[in-house]
DNA sequence: CGGTATCCAGCTTGATACTG
DNA sequence: CAGTATCAAGCTGGATACCG
């Protein structure tokens, strides 16, 4: 998110030119709103697998509309992580599957993985520690 | 996100039981879902520096409401990220800080943002070349 | 100071229908 | 098959007012 390395950070303490920090100054927000979403990380685990024709993507997906599926794809494609593939046979058949910038996406995102796996249990336990406290 | 340590992965080539993958299935949203939002990312960039008081974090950030910044820190305090202290002096005083277990997160939103960083151009080459055949 | 309550506009979402 | 079009419903987010 807005973490920076430390030598690149023009937030940190108090050093920011304006001294306020906008939506607009944190570069992981390029990422977060794109990627992030209801859908997307679960079309790219499927996509993960090798490519995919559209329905088959949907098939995978349970739930997923097919106006959802479109749009996340979409979103997906404009931002380089899939390709999409048109093969010109009838009826029409249209390929996705995830591009090398995808794949790099990879790294990071397990990152993302490990530290929700290793720490659930805290977070359940804060939780339930919090609505506990706003009940009672 | 949905990336899961090779030897733990539900997923995969088609081994999911169910074959299908649902949005509860991924554990990644429960931290995406709570962390990735509009306001969560900043709060966290500005929490990092140390303990603020509630107006202190809102006057750092440009363009919050007070009900949006309220909604943000109970959302994260919730979920372990913050911790809020409350000073009974007169007016009353909130103090608010990073948790142990926020600070965790500072490895994999670090990784993350590096990847942004290294990326970015590409990311933009992507933009612009969708956009302009999706326009031509 | 640090909130909560209320109201309302706008964006997003899903269901449905239609098309090359 | 792989979409686009349309419309209603719902949730989110901002503005405003008030409270302990």
Not at 122 to 127: G, L, M, Q, S
Request: hydrophobic content about 40%; overall charge positive.
């Amino acid at each position: 998110m807005s973490v920076q390395p430390e030598n690149a950070n023009t937030y940190g303490k108090g050093i920011c030119p304006k001294d306020v920090l906008t939506l607009a100054d944190c570069p992981s927000r390029l990422l977060l709103d794109q990627i992030a979403d209801k859908w997307s990380v679960l079309v790219l685990a499927v996509l993960k697998e090798g490519p995919l024709r559209f329905n088959m993507i949907k098939r995978r997906l349970e739930g997923i509309t097919q106006k959802a599926l479109t749009q996340t794809l979409r979103r997906l494609e404009r931002n380089g992580i899939v390709s999409r593939h048109v093969i010109p046979v009838s009826p029409i058949a249209v390929e996705y599957q995830v591009t090398a910038l995808g794949k790099s996406l990879d790294q990071p995102f397990r990152a993302l993985y490990e530290w929700t796996f290793l720490h659930l249990p805290e977070v359940e336990r804060a939780r339930q520690a919090f609505d506990e406290r706003h009940s009672g």
